[in-house]
Every structure is written in structure tokens, then in C-alpha cells.
């Protein structure tokens, strides 16, 4: 497993936390786990896991008529025992509860719809073979998201981000010495995320072969585990090149040989210290931002759409299998171009 690629450890790693998590939920799951497989990423499924476990949790303790049953025994009868207003019941406590810990946990729109997806998804699996004869998870009304303003970082503060990677934000000496040791790694890494959009778990899972100077491209692995060539300009080959040329002198940890980019234990770096990283860095340089690997990817992504117009461009290069997805993401943008088209075509002639 240690020589195995990036993407395939992490596969084989959700795959071992799945079976765990399965074995708290009723056994007529694990065919719905089975079924969507081919269709769905593992951290997806871990997800659907997570959720089911705790809409059976909420049944069984909640909804009257399962008063004293035990419900991950029960058989696949109980999915028609499930009303749609058990389950709006189950949205509504999920704004507000305590958990085991005595933490008291909320959930805006966005946490509820992901619960609610979690059991559409079940109840459509087992109604689409015809296992339920009811499917009272599509009769509730999915929570209306509300647009919210994309962060992303302008041309001079993605300038003053990627100088306070390059010359440091002082501190003690040893800080000093800390972040000249780690320059070279840390502006390659965040100069790829500007300059290419690609996603932090594609950034972390490349290898030192996936780097290809002659053609100015690297090869990655998108969601659903399709690779992928991104392009890339002078600016990242120049960050690229004087790391690459460093992390091949180092030794790297046994399973960690070809890893592009290294931690400071010389193991492949992982998602959690590259967001780390990326907000150390951009708190300093940008205060006011919330800036995260994602806000990188968004600050490439307006960049390109605004020098090329090209939505569908944008969405290839961004690795978004549907275009509606970048058109969302950029609709600000959109608007403006909209509105400067009112000048463009002119009726009568001076």
C-alpha cells in the first residue's frame, strides 16, 4: 500500500473507515453502499455513512412508533414505516441539538440539505428497485440555499500573498530559519494553487513524475479519480523548477519516495498542513480575507474568465464536470459582462 498512488491509499483508507462505520447502520445499507459505488467518490460514501447513522439514531429515538425497537437490526420494512414528516421532524432537530458530548451543534442550509441528500439518496436507491414501495424522502422540500459572496483574492493582494511566501513574515530567528528552510516548498505549493486552480487533495497527491517541464503541464487526479493534464505559465515553472530541483537531493520516508511535495518529516505533505500552510501565510498577508486553498482556486478561476470570457474554458480547466457548477461560481462576473453589452452595439451613427 505505501508505494500505491496517492489517490489509491486514500481510497483504500475510506474504504477501511466505510466498512467500520457500516457496521452501526441496519444491514440492508450495505446493498445501497454496494450499489452506488460506481457512481459515487469514497469520501461521498463516508459521508452518506455518517449522516444515515445519525437519521436512524434520531428514528429510533425520536419517532414514536420505534419506541423500544432497536433500528440497525431492522430489516428494509422499516423505510416504509418512515414518514415524510419523520423526516422533516429530523431537519428541524438538526438545526439545534446536543450531542454526546454535551456540545450543543447547529446546522445552517448547507448541513441540512447534505443530511437531507444522504437519505433522498437511500430511499431513491431501494424505490428505484422497487424494494420500498414509498418514498416519502422526495416529498420534502429541499432547504433553499442562499448565494453568498465568493472570496477571492484581487490582483495586488495575490501579489502580496505570494512576497510574504517568498521574503517571510519575520518574527524570531528561529522563525527565520524555519521559513527559509520551507520557502521553496511553500511558494512552489501555493504558486501551483494561483496558477493552475487545481484542488489542494491534487496538488498533495502529485508526484515528482507527474511534473512535466517539457510540455509546462502536470498530471492529475480529479474527483471520481479521472487524470488529467493542467497547464502551466512562466510563473509556476519558475517556482516549480527551483523545488523540484531541491526535493530531488531529499531523502524521502520509506512509502513517500515519489511525493512531490515532502513535510517536514520528509512523508508525502498531507491536505490538513497544506491548508495550514496556505492560511498562515494569506492571514498575514491578507487580514481581512478568509482565505483557504479553495479561495485560490476561485481567485485562478475569476482570473481566467475575466482575460478569456470563456465559461466553458474555465469549467475544463477547473476540472467541473458540469458547466452550470463554474457558471454559478462566476455569475458576478457574467453579470458584468452583461452590462457592458449595452454600449457595445450603437443604432444610429454619430
Same mark, same amino acid.
Not at 447534505?114 to 431513491?124: G, N
Given at each position: ?5 496517492y489517490?489509491k491509499q ?5 474504504e477501511l473507515?466505510l466498512?467500520?462505520l457500516?457496521k452501526?447502520?441496519?444491514?440492508f ?7 452506488i ?6 469520501r ?6 455518517i ?12 419517532v414514536?412508533?420505534?419506541?423500544? %425497537?432497536t ?10 414505516e418512515?414518514?415524510?414528516?419523520d423526516?422533516?421532524?429530523y431537519?428541524?432537530y438538526?438545526?439545534?441539538?446536543t450531542n454526546?458530548?454535551?456540545?450543543t451543534?447547529t ?6 440539505k ?11 436507491y431501494?424505490?428505484?428497485h422497487?424494494?420500498? $414501495?414509498n ?13 453568498k ?19 517571510g513574515?519575520g518574527?524570531?530567528?528561529?522563525q ?12 512552489a505549493l ?7 486552480g487545481i ?8 508526484n ?17 479519480g ?13 517556482a516549480?523548477?527551483?523545488?523540484y530541483?531541491? %526535493?530531488r537531493?531529499l ?5 513517500h519516495?515519489n ?7 520528509k512523508? %508525502?505533505?498531507t491536505?490538513? *498542513?497544506a491548508?495550514?500552510?496556505? $492560511? $498562515?501565510?494569506?492571514?498575514?498577508a ?9 479561495k ?10 475575466k ?6 474554458l474555465? *469549467? ?5 464536470k458540469?458547466?452550470n457548477?463554474?457558471?454559478?461560481h ?5 453579470e458584468?459582462? %452583461?452590462r ?8 444610429r451613427?454619430d
Open positions: 500500500m505505501a508505494n500505491d498512488s489517490h486514500m481510497n483504500i483508507k475510506n473507515k466498512r467500520d457500516r452501526d447502520l441496519p444491514p445499507c450495505d446493498r445501497f453502499f454496494r450499489g459505488e460506481p457512481t459515487t467518490a469514497s461521498t460514501r463516508i459521508a452518506y455513512a449522516d444515515l447513522k445519525q437519521f436512524f439514531t434520531f428514528v429510533q429515538h425520536h414514536a412508533t420505534f419506541a423500544g %425497537r433500528v440497525n437490526t431492522s430489516d428494509i420494512t422499516i423505510l416504509d418512515i414518514t415524510c414528516y423526516i422533516e421532524n431537519l428541524d438538526l438545526k439545534v441539538y454526546d458530548e454535551g456540545i451543534v446546522n445552517g442550509e448547507n448541513g441540512l447534505r443530511k437531507l441528500s444522504a437519505v433522498r439518496a437511500l430511499y431513491r431501494f424505490y428505484f422497487h424494494e420500498v $414501495k418514498n416519502p424522502a422526495a416529498q420534502v422540500a429541499v432547504p433553499k440555499i442562499h448565494e459572496a465568493i472570496v477571492r483574492l484581487d490582483e495586488n493582494e495575490t501579489a502580496e500573498l505570494l512576497d510574504t511566501v517568498e521574503y513574515m518574527g524570531s530567528e528561529q527565520q530559519r524555519f521559513h527559509e528552510k520551507n520557502k521553496d516548498r511553500d511558494l501555493v504558486t501551483l494553487l494561483l496558477g493552475t484542488r489542494i487533495s491534487e496538488c498533495i497527491g502529485l515528482i513524475a507527474d511534473v512535466d517541464f517539457d510540455n509546462d503541464r502536470i498530471k492529475v487526479t480529479r474527483k471520481g479521472n487524470e488529467a493534464y493542467v497547464y502551466f505559465g512562466d510563473e509556476v515553472r519558475e516549480l523548477q527551483i523545488y530541483e531541491q %526535493r537531493s531523502t524521502a520516508a520509506t512509502g519516495e511525493a512531490l511535495f515532502l513535510s517536514n518529516r512523508s %508525502r505533505m491536505v490538513r *498542513a491548508e495550514i500552510l496556505v $492560511k $498562515k501565510y494569506a492571514g498575514a491578507v487580514s481581512l480575507k478568509k482565505i483557504t486553498p479553495h485560490l482556486r476561485s481567485t485562478y478561476g475569476t482570473q481566467l474568465y482575460e478569456t470570457g470563456d465559461i466553458y474555465v *469549467a475544463d480547466v477547473l476540472g467541473h458540469d458547466v457548477t463554474t457558471r454559478r462566476y455569475a458576478a462576473i457574467e458584468e459582462r %452583461r457592458s453589452a449595452k454600449d457595445k452595439v450603437h443604432l451613427k
